[in-house]
């Protein structure tokens, strides 16, 4: 299967700032990329949907401006959590889009990104 | 979000027996269906996708698909201890939403 990498892998930073994560389809160029966000014992939530070259499309509950994301080519796409807070502390995990025919599509994650805002 | 639903379990197995893992989900729209394996702390692994209604297999895997009734389920077939995970089921075509996930023992 087709390669997406994140980085970084965890960071731990100080209730306020700015975290930026990177997302990278490694083997094939993905026009849409998904940002999903999984709290302990609960499954993914699919946050946006970032498409390259446009605005993204954010879910239901999402804050669309606290949680940036940027799809500025298509093999790359970044969420930043502005002003981070303790409840943002997550695992956050992106995938990207590989159309695979007419009739379906298939995703790949990334390895995800381990966050605790202190 | 569109709901995916799926048993939350614990679902418990003995090693070499059969493992049945069940998915419904609310949006007809839906073209593309995925299993993932999931352990703790990690990244979801794709098992199996399927799309078309019927049985797909592969390996000790089989997915079954029935449209008609919103339904998707996992079998997997000489369950081993490694198999023990959680596994996540999910529904979508330009976009993917995920059920909860059942959590899957394999006692040795």
């Known amino acids: 299967g087709a390669v997406v990498s994140q980085h970084p892998s965890w960071v731990i930073c100080k209730s306020g700032t700015s975290v930026k994560i990177e997302c990278r389809s490694l083997?094939?160029?993905?026009?849409?990329m998904f940002w999903y966000r999984q709290f302990p014992k609960q499954s993914l939530m699919l946050m946006a949907t970032s498409n390259e070259g446009s605005k993204a499309t954010y879910e239901q509950g999402v804050e669309k401006d606290k949680f940036l994301i940027n799809h500025a080519s298509l093999t790359l796409s970044t969420l930043t959590v502005t002003s981070a807070h303790p409840e943002d502390s997550s695992f956050y995990i992106c995938s990207a889009l590989q159309l695979a025919g007419a009739s379906y599509n298939e995703q790949f994650f990334g390895p995800g990104t381990r966050l605790t805002v202190l | 979000q569109k709901e995916v639903e799926q048993n939350s379990g614990p679902l418990s197995v003995p090693e070499g027996a059969i493992a049945s893992l069940n998915c419904t989900y609310s949006d007809r729209g839906s073209q593309s269906f995925f299993w993932y394996r999931q352990y703790s702390g990690k990244s979801p692994e794709l098992i199996m996708f399927i799309y078309s209604n019927g049985d797909k297999e592969d390996g000790r895997f089989t997915a079954q698909l029935n449209k008609a009734s919103q339904y998707v389920s996992l079998l997997i077939r000489d369950s081993q201890p490694s198999d023990s995970a959680t596994y996540l089921c999910?529904?979508?075509?330009?976009?993917?939403?995920f059920g909860s996930g059942t959590k899957l023992n394999v006692k040795p």
């Open positions: 083997d094939f160029q993905a026009t849409t």
């Open positions: 999910a529904a979508g075509f330009n976009k993917f939403y």
